[in-house]
């Protein structure tokens, strides 16, 4: 899909998706291109409709361009719960299986994904796959080992690539680990591999983010698609 048509579809996405925020809740606040468009629109709402909610994010990135907008973040432990998690995705499967982490923040969004009563991704139609598997599944690895762990990874043949800036250098983690991406091209079986990754001693873990999601808001050419998950 052409880049602009992608990213007008991801603003369409994420501006519907912020509607499902109310006043007086705490958000989760994902991370990426398309999140940063939804930030936009909270902090636009913020301002010009008297919009009140508290945020947690699951980056240092979406934190700072909320707070430069005037939305108001805390810590996740400052919270006892959190009431909607707003997040992009990867891919996502018809089972409502996704592949999370290509901005590299997997584990801080699993985190709070996993501490939400409920949880939507923002998508452009693009992102919408019969198999996850063909993006590559991000895995954050402690950074002891890691080359370890990356030979075990390659003797399974899950093909990984540790995961480097443009400038050469080992890609870091809001929490200092490492990223090793697996060049799958399709996932047979999602709960198997997520078991065997999360067993793996290194990993802290993985992008399968498996019927985390309530309701996906794609982006798609005429109006947003919501598709809800029958199983939550
Ligand atoms: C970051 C993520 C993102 O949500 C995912 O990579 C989608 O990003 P984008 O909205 O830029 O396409 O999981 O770790």
Redesign the pocket.
């Known amino acids: 899909m052409e880049k602009n048509l992608q990213n007008e579809l991801?603003k369409e996405a994420a501006i519907r998706a912020a509607e499902f925020v109310e006043n007086d809740t705490v958000v989760g606040l994902?991370?990426?291109?398309?999140?940063k468009f939804l930030v936009d629109e909270l902090g636009r709402k913020v301002r010009e409709e008297n919009l009140s909610f508290t945020g947690v994010t699951t980056s240092k990135r979406t934190a700072s361009q909320a707070e430069s907008l005037g939305i108001k973040i805390v810590s996740l432990d400052s919270i006892p719960r959190i009431d909607l998690t707003i997040?992009?995705?990867?891919q996502v499967d018809n089972n409502f299986n996704g592949i999370?982490?290509?901005?590299?923040?997997?584990l801080w969004?699993k985190i709070v994904a996993t501490n939400s009563k409920k949880n939507i991704w923002i998508v452009d139609q693009s992102k919408l796959v019969d198999r996850i598997g063909s993006f590559p599944l991000p895995v954050e690895v402690i950074p002891f080992g890691a080359l370890h762990v990356l030979n075990k990874f390659e003797e399974l043949n899950l093909n990984p690539v540790l995961r480097l800036t443009e400038n050469g250098k080992k890609v870091m983690t809001d929490s200092q680990n490492y990223i090793i991406d697996l060049h799958l091209n399709q996932i047979i079986d999602p709960a198997k591999l997520s078991n065997q990754l999360i067993n793996t001693v290194g990993v802290v873990e993985h992008g399968l983010f498996l019927n985390v999601v309530d309701k996906v808001v794609v982006g798609k050419k005429g109006q947003p698609l919501i598709l809800e998950n029958p199983d939550k």
């Not at 999370?100 to 997997?106: E, I, P």
């Open positions: 991801k994902g991370t990426g291109s398309t999140v997040d992009g995705a990867d999370k982490g290509g901005g590299a923040a997997l969004e």
